[in-house]
């Protein structure tokens, strides 16, 4: 496997349900992140880890938890979400510019999330 | 606060024809700018990048962008159209924070081609 890999493709959980997202990346980066892509809107970021370390939450609801087991995994555990919670999240890494800014972050396919 | 700004929702352009998607940016540093396109039920790959230097970049699949820092731009350009470009191109600029690296993503522009 190359880049960045996300399962499942596509989740539909009912709002009781808890279910996780993972994500990997095969490309040796420090930092990863979860995004949040809905219809009609800028990609919202949530959470950024960076050498396994949340470094970012960006006033992310409790519902939604992540975590980083190391530098090449991600998680986000999903738990009584809403259904305004549907949409596509995407996973991104990068190796981060010592002293400046990121190098580009590599995307995976994305989670397509459907709440009922 | 830094924001992107992608003024064309939906272009539709006929085959073979040149193309430019607009994008302006807030930012009160040097600006780190990126173009990502998105196709269909995929993740966003990488077109093209400025950091510094030439203000005219090259990207893949014969795109390219030129950063304007009086006008505060930073558009994508393509001589000559193909069905394949038909997707959805996101304008992106890095705000790093200390160890961290954002970025700040436009709304997007849908890319329509008509043969």
């Known amino acids: 496997e190359t880049g960045v890999t996300q399962t499942p493709r596509h989740l539909v959980m009912g709002m009781t349900n808890k279910k996780s997202l993972k994500c990997e990346q095969h490309?040796?980066?420090?930092?990863m992140y979860w995004y949040k892509q809905s219809a009609k809107k800028p990609l919202e970021l949530m959470f950024v880890?960076?050498?396994?370390?949340?470094?970012e939450n960006n006033s992310v609801p409790s519902r939604f938890s992540p975590e980083c087991p190391n530098s090449s995994h991600l998680f986000l555990h999903l738990h009584t979400l809403q259904p305004e919670d549907s949409a596509l999240y995407l996973c991104?890494?990068?190796?981060?510019?010592?002293?400046?800014?990121?190098?580009?972050?590599?995307f995976g396919p994305g989670t397509r999330l459907t709440v009922l | 606060a830094q924001s992107v700004t992608q003024p064309d929702i939906h272009i539709t352009v006929s085959e073979g024809a040149s193309l430019e998607l607009r994008c302006n940016y807030s930012?009160?540093?040097?600006?780190?700018l990126f173009w990502y396109v998105q196709s269909p039920g995929q993740g966003l790959q990488l077109l093209l990048k400025?950091?510094?230097?030439?203000?005219l970049v090259q990207g893949i699949k014969g795109f390219e962008a030129e950063f304007k820092r009086s006008q505060s731009s930073f558009n994508l350009r393509k001589p000559s159209v193909h069905w394949s470009d038909a997707a959805e191109y996101f304008c992106?600029?890095?705000?790093?924070?200390?160890?961290?690296?954002?970025?700040?993503f436009g709304t997007g522009t849908r890319l329509q081609v008509f043969p």
């Open positions: 880890y960076n050498f396994k370390e949340q470094t």
């Open positions: 930012y009160g540093a040097t600006p780190y």
């Open positions: 992106a600029v890095g705000a790093p924070t200390g160890n961290t690296d954002k970025l700040i």
């Open positions: 400025y950091f510094s230097g030439d203000t």
């Open positions: 991104a890494s990068s190796h981060p510019l010592a002293g400046g800014p990121g190098g580009e972050q590599f």
């Open positions: 490309l040796g980066h420090n930092a």
